[in-house]
């Protein structure tokens, strides 16, 4: 579902001397239907570039990153919007949503836009904003007056609305106390047992030995470490 | 799919100075593209060439009509243009006054576009103009006041309904959130992005607010001296920026 054939990465600042950072070399992994993988290595190795560069918002500079047989890489914009929409989801570390939109319409939206039905989209979207335990109360607020475990919850329902064939997870666990770590455990579990591939970043260790069925240290994938 | 919009080697030159040049996209059904780039970089003249209002000195604008297929605005009629931009386009201007007719009611100049297009029955084109005031946020009792009477983002939101009450399928906006206080521009966004999703536009914006483009625009074009310096996907754009002028301008962002 997600591969990675030798995909390298470096930034170049051209306002600050044209300095080239290389931040990724030889990258390659690949990812089954059904299969969670976790990202490892220390805070700066490159986690996050990585999920990134899977998802499309990094470019990277040579080798190919296949979702779903499309090239992310070499994609036309509008053939990655179409990827976004349908088949890779990503759970991101912060909620970025238009003001004033309420808190039960920016769940549904993943749905809305692939033309779900909008009752079936809102019902879903409270289902889910059920479990995660976010009052009732609130669904009719926009989310960005949150606490921060609120917005990562909303972030999360979100996130697995629809059923994406592939998901990117990035700590999805981080401030979450233990009745809600679960609740997000067992929906990745979910996801994973109707056949989603996963690729996540869990700095929970209990959480990444319970969910992920291999790890892989991208510090291989830093250059100048590798071999 | 056939291209909506193919814009292909447009460039307009004012005496020996660059306004634009060598701008090459295609746009598709559906797809909202932001155009960014500092004051002077010519993104105002490109939207005016593709809309018609400038003469571009080069270069092709080519849109899919309903009617005729793909067919090049440029070198088409003046009648067939002016036909154009009271159907199936639309052009939202930075200054309402300079959209609407500020001495002609709310629903005149909702109704005025409809006329434009053929519609003759006075209770069918004031039932529009109100089911329209109700979609912008606009209080049904108003609807026989003139936009002078109305706050700048009441006048905003009423040039947005006069230009989309014909059903356009292509919307040019020209800093539609520019000057408005940031609670009524929350509105306008939101707004915008539900009118885009259920009438399937597509549309090209310019502004220089790069939170507006990022979340209104899928695709993102930066331009700078005339040039598009970068080009792609907005997110991809905004977070991994290629061009030394591009990384400027989002390290440039002030934080809130």
């Known amino acids: 579902m997600i591969e990675l054939r030798d995909v390298s990465k470096s930034f170049t600042l051209h306002n600050q001397g044209s300095a080239v950072i290389p931040v990724m070399e030889g990258a390659s992994l690949k990812v089954a239907p059904g299969e969670c993988v976790a990202l490892t290595g220390a805070s700066g190795a490159g986690k996050s570039t990585l999920m990134r560069v899977i998802y499309g918002n990094y470019l990277a500079a040579s080798g190919q990153v296949l979702v779903a047989g499309l090239d992310v890489a070499q994609a036309e914009p509008r053939e990655i919007l179409a990827l976004r929409r349908e088949t890779l989801g990503y759970v991101s570390q912060f909620l970025r949503v238009v003001p004033r939109v309420p808190t039960l319409e920016v769940v549904a939206e993943p749905l809305l836009t692939i033309g779900c039905d909008k009752t079936e989209a809102l019902d879903k979207a409270a289902s889910l904003l059920a479990r995660l335990n976010i009052p009732e109360g609130l669904w009719r607020l926009s989310p960005t007056t949150f606490s921060g475990g609120e917005q990562q919850r909303v972030n999360i329902a979100r996130g697995f609305v629809h059923d994406y064939p592939a998901l990117l997870i990035d700590e999805p666990t981080a401030s979450l106390d233990a009745q809600n770590r679960e609740t997000v455990l067992s929906l990745i579990e979910e996801a994973n047992a109707r056949g989603a591939a996963i690729v996540g970043i869990f700095h929970d260790v209990g959480a990444r030995e319970r969910v992920c069925d291999r790890e892989i240290n991208v510090s291989e994938f830093t250059p100048g470490v590798a071999a | ?256």
Not at chain 2, 22 to 39: A, C, Q, T
Request: net charge negative; charged share 25%.
């Open chain 2, 1 to 256: 799919m056939t291209p909506l919009l193919q814009v292909k080697g447009i460039e307009k030159r004012y005496g020996a100075r660059i306004g634009c040049t060598d701008v090459n996209f295609d746009l598709y059904p559906g797809e909202v593209m932001g155009i960014v780039g500092e004051s002077g970089s010519g993104k105002s003249t490109l939207l005016n060439c593709m809309a018609g209002h400038l003469e571009p000195d080069a270069g092709q604008v080519v849109f899919d009509t309903r009617a005729g297929g793909p067919m090049d605005t440029v070198t088409m009629t003046e009648p067939e243009r002016r036909m154009l931009g009271r159907t199936d386009w639309a052009f939202v201007h930075q200054h309402a006054r300079d959209g609407l007719r500020m001495s002609v009611s709310a629903g005149g100049n909702i109704g005025e576009r409809l006329m434009a297009v053929g519609d003759r029955h006075y209770g069918a084109i004031r039932d529009k103009a109100v089911d329209w005031l109700g979609r912008v946020e606009i209080d049904e009792s108003r609807v026989d006041d003139r936009p002078t009477a109305f706050s700048g983002g009441m006048q905003q939101r009423l040039q947005i309904a006069r230009n989309l009450v014909t059903g356009p399928r292509l919307v040019f906006m020209d800093e539609p959130t520019g000057g408005l206080d940031v609670s009524v521009q929350a509105r306008l966004l939101d707004l915008l992005r539900g009118l885009v999703r259920e009438m399937g536009l597509s549309a090209i914006i310019v502004t220089h607010d790069l939170a507006v483009v990022r979340l209104l625009a899928d695709r993102l074009m930066v331009m700078k001296s005339g040039h598009v310096v970068e080009a792609g996907l907005t997110d991809q754009v905004l977070d991994d920026p290629q061009h030394g002028y591009t990384q400027l301008l989002v390290s440039s962002v002030l934080q809130v």
